[in-house]
């Protein structure tokens, strides 16, 4: 597609199942990001993967959360034992090449996770 | 990213034009001046950036002022479709790790 796609578009779990999130970015971008957007706040960094290079996990909330980018294209957001503080909208985007200064994100509509 | 300061909400009416502040003191020399806005039930879309010039697109103008340290986003004409929350950033160079505040949310009346 044009876009950045992301599967489901909502999912709702019970606390302490396991949840998977996907990510399908523009065709071509290397750069592809994860943010979190509670009700009413702004997004928090997740995740940054960037080609080939280590992601950057720095902004994880806890070892539950974890992602993967499988040749360097579709990726996959997990959160295992999901928590009711989890619940949120859990967005993705791309962009060419990732710096950030000079370049303009893609979003994806998102995916809103209910934890009950 | 430098700190930004924008007003929580923001009224207008439809066909009208919609100025939107967004100060940032701290802003350094290199930093560029980043919009993106917010639709209901949608990720954020980019509108517009610059560094020192004034910028316009289809969608908006930038207007930045002569020492940098703050900028006004301008929509022209709003439509509904307009109504939005809109994000003003500062990514670093090689900064990956947007970081969005709370942003003004825009409400247009018809």
């Known amino acids: 597609g044009a876009g950045v796609s992301q599967s489901p578009s909502n999912k709702v779990t019970e606390k302490g199942k396991d949840v998977e999130l996907r990510c399908d970015p523009i065709s071509g971008h290397t750069a592809l990001y994860w943010y979190r957007q509670s009700l009413g706040q702004g997004l928090e960094f997740l995740i940054y993967?960037?080609?080939?290079?280590?992601?950057?996990k720095s902004g994880l909330p806890s070892d539950r959360f974890s992602a993967e980018r499988t040749g360097g294209s579709v990726s996959t957001l997990t959160i295992q034992r999901t928590q009711q503080e989890d619940s949120a909208v859990y967005l993705c985007?791309?962009?060419?090449?990732?710096?950030?200064?000079?370049?303009?994100?893609?979003f994806g509509s998102g995916t809103q996770l209910s934890v009950l | 990213d430098a700190k930004t300061t924008q007003p929580n909400s923001m009224e207008s009416n439809e066909e009208e034009p919609v100025h939107l502040p967004c100060n940032h003191s701290t802003i350094s020399g290199t930093d560029y001046i980043h919009w993106y806005r917010q639709l209901p039930s949608q990720g954020p879309e980019y509108v517009i950036h610059g560094l020192t010039s004034n910028v316009n697109n289809r969608m908006a103008s930038l207007a930045i002022a002569e020492d940098r340290k703050s900028s006004t986003l301008i929509l022209h004409r709003a439509t509904l479709r307009d109504a939005a929350v809109y994000y003003c950033i500062l990514p670093r160079s090689n900064d990956y790790k947007l970081s969005f505040g709370a942003g003004t949310t825009v409400t247009v009346r018809a």
């Open positions: 985007a791309s962009s060419l090449v990732g710096q950030g200064a000079f370049e303009k994100l893609f």
């Open positions: 993967f960037q080609g080939n290079s280590a992601p950057d």
